[in-house]
């Protein structure tokens, strides 16, 4: 399968606390993406990464690439109630292949 | 901008009829558009691509003859569930992409479609 994998699968924190998630995938690729899904409906584009940055920042969200390692990384800093979702990492070669997603919950 | 629709937001029909799921960009047109398939807690697995009139190109392992899709104008691409059996129950979503629409390849998702086949 070419699909990314992406860890932790499940994350509880408090709200103000830092959250990471890792994504990691196997082919090269032209950009990689973030994406955040709420229970159930579609998906919202978070942030998008070229294959030759190497990070990239968008208001409280910090992404990183490593092509070496075909690894990356969604920081979300500060998080908030709201932020409770799931978020898939996809790369982008010819077509979108989306990770195995993380689920966030964030509580008050 | 870029809003992309779908109807119904959701379905439930019995096993052995069909199935229309209507997918709209309402505010700009779609060169290309994505139908993806999610099970609970699962991510989303491309099942086909579609240019506006031409023939969708399907992912391995997913039928085009029970899955058929249409991409008839540059707004509106329909995915048509045949014979519907349990096993197809399912959130589907699609999602549309335009040139100079953002970032490079940015699809713009629909808010899904959930099915589910009695």
């Known amino acids: 399968s070419q699909q990314g994998e992406e860890d932790p699968q499940a994350l509880s924190i408090q709200e103000g606390e830092n959250a990471t998630m890792n994504c990691s995938y196997k082919t090269s690729i032209n950009n990689l993406q973030w994406y955040r899904q709420n229970s159930g409906r579609g998906l919202v584009h978070l942030i998008l990464i070229r294959s030759n940055e190497r990070e990239k920042h968008s208001g409280r969200l910090r992404v990183t690439l490593d092509t070496s390692k075909k690894s990356s990384s969604l920081l979300i800093t500060a998080s908030r109630a709201a932020d409770t979702a799931s978020y898939f990492c996809?790369?982008?070669?010819?077509?979108?292949?989306f990770g195995t997603g993380t689920r966030l919950q964030v509580f008050p | 901008g870029a809003v992309v629709s779908q109807h119904p937001s959701w379905v439930i029909c019995k096993s052995g009829t069909s199935v229309k799921i209507e997918c709209r960009s309402l505010d700009f047109q779609a060169t290309t558009m994505f139908w993806y398939r999610q099970f609970p807690k699962q991510s989303l697995m491309l099942m086909a691509t579609s240019n506006e009139g031409s023939k969708a190109t399907y992912e391995q392992g997913v039928e085009k003859d029970k899955f058929l899709i249409n991409h008839a104008s540059l707004t509106l691409s329909t995915l048509t569930v045949t014979s519907a059996h349990p096993e197809d129950s399912s959130f589907y979503i699609c999602s549309a992409s335009f040139v100079g629409g953002g970032p490079i390849d940015t699809q713009y998702f629909g808010p899904g479609t959930r099915l589910t086949v009695l």
């Open positions: 996809a790369t982008d070669t010819d077509k979108l292949i």
